[in-house]
């Protein structure tokens, strides 16, 4: 277990609004989602590349 899997997790952000935004507001919305996704894929990749390397030394004995 992570230290941060103790956090108590927040509730999902709301939904924008995205009939008030212009079109490269949108684009700029997009972007930073994209941003936000290739983080958490980032992430995702270290724990498990982590998760890897704890089972690897527990199976070796």
């Known amino acids: 277990m992570e230290p941060d899997d103790l956090i108590p997790r927040t509730k999902k952000p709301g939904l924008r609004d995205l009939s008030s935004m212009s079109i490269d507001e949108l ?6 989602m ?12 270290r ?4 998760r890897a390397s704890l089972d690897g030394l527990f199976k070796s004995s």
Do not use: D, L, Q, S
Not at 27 to 32: D, S
Not at 34 to 45: C, F, H, K, L, S
Not at 47 to 50: C, E, L, S, V
């Open 27 to 32: 684009h700029a919305y997009i972007g930073e």
């Open 34 to 45: 994209e941003t936000e996704i290739n983080r958490v894929r980032a992430e995702i990749a």
């Open 47 to 50: 724990k498990t590349a982590h």
